[in-house]
């Protein structure tokens, strides 16, 4: 979902200062996005978003249902579809946004094969061409590139994009949304460890070795932030991750959450009987919830009291 007046473009946490701004964006919050805004407009072209995200399901399967999308990713494709029509309305040439998938970008720093990435994109095609969201594609470590050979792509992103993991520590030290990211990701990161390496490790290793996997983690998205906005200058950059006020990313929730961290592909979707939100899997076990099978595979849980009755 998006935020009413400011929120409607930042996302709403994570923020230091400028709090005024979460419900009254103030001219620096809009500016840093006019001028992109204004070349759409004025050449009526579809205003082109760009979002790094969908990269690969967690492989902690405590938190998530399988290898594959399931209603989570459906349901946050379909806002961003809904979120081009909307634009629409105000904006005759309407709305793209190309999903920059960086699951081939750090799948083997989080503990996912290249070929789980790989069928995890092809279902998400294959949900996007189903569904007919004609204004959503998907552009990935191998159409920036080219080929398929991904070892030797992350080497070439590495080389030429990354910055150094010192430089991270040093902006995790001195800057509160680098601090904010860090947080965030290691936060994942060590519950992933946990559902992956708990019965053979202790906490303390395991939170060790995941700030480590955090900052490379950090270090090869911001190198594809840099590949994307060089491959699509003129775009608006959007972002899974809350931003602060005056950010160069519009922060969006894709679904209902508790957790503004949280997105599809670390969750599950619930349905209580009134709404659908997403949490962790084992929050939705611990509710009683029952998984719903469609396709095939697994979906989505509901809730025991969600069940309709006379």
Known sequence: ML????RTWLASVGRTDGQECVSAPCHACLEEHRAKLDYFVRSSQPIHLILPAFPAKSPNRTKVLGELPDLGEYMGLDFLQSLCDYIGHFHSSG???TICSDGHVFGDVVGVTDDVVTEYRVSLAQMIETANWPSLDLYGLDDAFGGVDYPSLRKVLEHNYAPTVEELKEGVRTDSGTKALFNGIHRFMFEDAVGVKGDKV????????S?????RTISRSNA???????????ALRLSIHPQSPHSGKIGV????TQDAWLTPW?????DDGTKFSLVKKWD?????????????????????????TS
């Open 95 to 97: 709305a793209r946004v």
């Open 3 to 6: 935020y009413r007046s400011q």
């Open 253 to 256: 929730r894709l679904l209902r």
């Open 202 to 209: 202790s906490r303390t290793a395991l939170r060790n070795e």
């Open 284 to 308: 939705a076990e611990k509710a009683d919830a029952s998984v719903v099978w469609r396709n095939g595979r697994p979906s989505h849980f509901v809730e025991p009291h969600s069940a309709i």
């Open 224 to 234: 594809w932030s840099r590949v994307v906005a060089e491959r699509f200058p003129r």
């Open 266 to 270: 670390h969750g599950v979707v619930l």
């Open 211 to 215: 700030k480590e996997l955090a900052y």
